[in-house]
């Protein structure tokens, strides 16, 4: 006998078997044993919740020779018959390739007889949202006043694409998504049937995985024992088949993206990648976890309410601690969007990339929840100890300095601002560079104008030097310094860096020398002044 797919093979066949619809099973159950059965119904939902399924056994329940308590007894002759798919009286018609006119006329044609066998003739329109202008048409007049001997059923996963005038002509059922826990009660029964032996946390990941569909999880599950026919199935080994991480990764990342380490969070991505894990489902089950930390922050789930282990709650609560909530609903927020572009690009860790170093640089956007964190980070410095002038902070703000000292100013001599506007600052900074008063007025010149020279560039290399600063060196003049390694590293290929030094020449009439270097972790940057030890950052300016 030829093998039968588990979602066919466990397909309910009375109404009783459905599970995750008992509003639509009861309902139905109580039209049959009351005779009150309508002309039209319309079942709505998403994929594998069952429409299909229910339309089949409502067709046998109507004509059943012996029905029980509203569902068909599947052993007369004509359930049978329409078990096999041998009656005329049921037809299932598909009409994503069946919608044209001449198809709807076909079953007007038909309706003008009675069925040979059993009371009525059922027609089973799937994915009916297809059928063209005309066809619904055509069928408009047949649905409002069938032969009291017909009925329709129409199903579709988008009913927003059915005219009103058909919908106002049927009784709506909308499906709902299939809970988790139904359906691993399901495949726990199916696999006790089935003689295969698996772990809980391997049955709840693929309930999870299924989305609130019953068909996909039994697809997934086919997927999971064929590959590891025989053996036991575990929570590791479903992960393997169907693409996914274990959580242990998303507390990596999450500890990562807290840090700031961009080298660090490249280098797990890679190595999610190289072991084939599927990108959109990795963004999908990162968008979770966070999930499930916000919850542990606001409602203080339990390990229960959440699914998972104590063990696994346990560092889920350390890790809440950890992550202010504002920084977990940005990260949300740029996860979402990042799951709907996704599934459709080519390049999709270029996108993933991008949206961590995003999350990581509150910078890069002027929404309230990025304001919120950079101001955040701004008070932690000042609590810290960290000497922030007004002009200082302000630049800070403006110029979006992503991270670490870049955000609240240089520690000690409070950024290029204090420097510049001659005021001390608490602690010693670089190392110290009087320029003459002509250097310094072109110095200040330039100062005064990063902010505007940055945004004049394209958005992509304005990007890059958000949160850069002045600096100068004897020897190589004109220094552009960097907090971020990665946007040092990224401005110093294709001639950027001399595209920006020609840009300045032009702009200002002056020749200036310029090179760039990343300030290391902790390292002050150095003063500017004028003839007297004034906080700053150095620069020496040559004349054309």
Known sequence: MAYTALYRKWRPTKLEDVRGQE??????????QSGRIGH?????????????????????????????????????????????????????????????????????EQVQYSPTEGKYRVYIIDEVHMLSQGAFNALLKTLEEPPSYVIFILATTEANKIPITVLSRCQRYDFRRIGNDVIAGQIANLLREEDVAAEDAAIRYVAKAADGSMRDALSLLEQCISFYYGQTLTYERVLDVLGAVDTEVFSRL?????????????????????????????VLDFTWYQRNLMLVQTAAQGADALDMSMDNYQALREEAQMIDL????????ICSELS????????????????????????????????????????????SGVVVSAQGA??????????????AGYSGASGMAAGAAGIPGG???????????????????????????????????????????????????????????????????????????????QQYGKNFRMFARALSAGEAAPKVVRGRNIPGIEMEIEDS
């Open 23 to 32: 509003h639509i099973v009861r309902t139905l159950e109580n039209q049959i």
């Open 40 to 108: 039209a119904y319309l079942f709505c939902g998403t994929r594998g919740t069952g429409k299909t399924t229910v339309a089949k056994i409502l067709a046998r329940a109507v004509n059943c020779e012996h029905p029980v308590n509203g569902s068909p007894c599947n052993e007369c002759a004509v359930c049978k018959s329409i078990l096999a798919g041998t009656s005329v009286n049921v037809a299932e018609i598909d009409a994503a390739s069946n919608n044209g006119v001449d198809n709807i006329r076909e079953i007007r």
């Open 254 to 282: 999450i500890r990562l993206l807290m840090k700031k380490d961009v080298p660090g969070c490249i280098a797990l991505i890679d190595e999610i990648t190289s072991q084939g894990r599927e990108l959109g489902q990795f």
């Open 326 to 333: 504002d920084t977990l609903m940005r990260n949300i927020r």
């Open 340 to 383: 709907n572009r996704i599934r459709y690009a080519t390049s999709k860790r270029v996108l993933l990339e991008m949206s961590l170093i995003k999350m990581m640089q509150p910078a890069m956007e002027d929404d309230t929840e990025s304001l919120k964190i950079r101001l955040g980070e701004l008070e932690e410095k000042v609590a």
């Open 394 to 407: 302000a630049m800070a703000g403006a110029s979006g300095g992503g991270s670490g000292a870049g955000a």
């Open 427 to 505: 602690q010693e900074a670089g190392p110290v560079v009087e320029l003459s008063p002509a250097e310094f007025e072109d110095y200040d010149t330039l100062r005064s104008d990063w902010l505007k020279i940055c945004s004049m560039q394209s958005p992509f290399i304005y990007s890059l030097l958000k949160g850069s600063r002045l600096g100068y060196d004897k020897d190589r003049g004109l220094c552009v310094l960097f907090e971020d390694g990665f946007k040092y590293a990224t401005m110093m290929r294709d001639d950027r860096l001399e595209n920006l030094r020609q840009f300045i020449n």
